[in-house]
């Protein structure tokens, strides 16, 4: 599922490959490089 926090960070559980692919578009998205996994 993927979900923003308060601080717009990226939060994703998925299999890697597609943590991988959505956390790409997230910093595409957000326009920034701090964005993070959530288990």
């Not at 490959?17 to 288990?39: M, P, Q, S």
């Given at each position: 599922?993927?979900?923003?926090?308060?601080k717009?960070?990226?939060?994703?559980?998925?299999?890697?490959?597609?943590?991988?692919?959505?956390?790409?578009?997230?910093?595409?998205?957000?326009?920034?490089?701090?964005?993070?996994?959530?288990?």
């Amino acid at each position: 599922m993927l979900g923003f926090d308060s601080k717009m960070n990226c939060h994703v559980s998925m299999p890697s490959l597609a943590v991988t692919l959505v956390n790409l578009d997230c910093k595409r998205i957000i326009g920034e490089n701090n964005y993070a996994f959530a288990a």
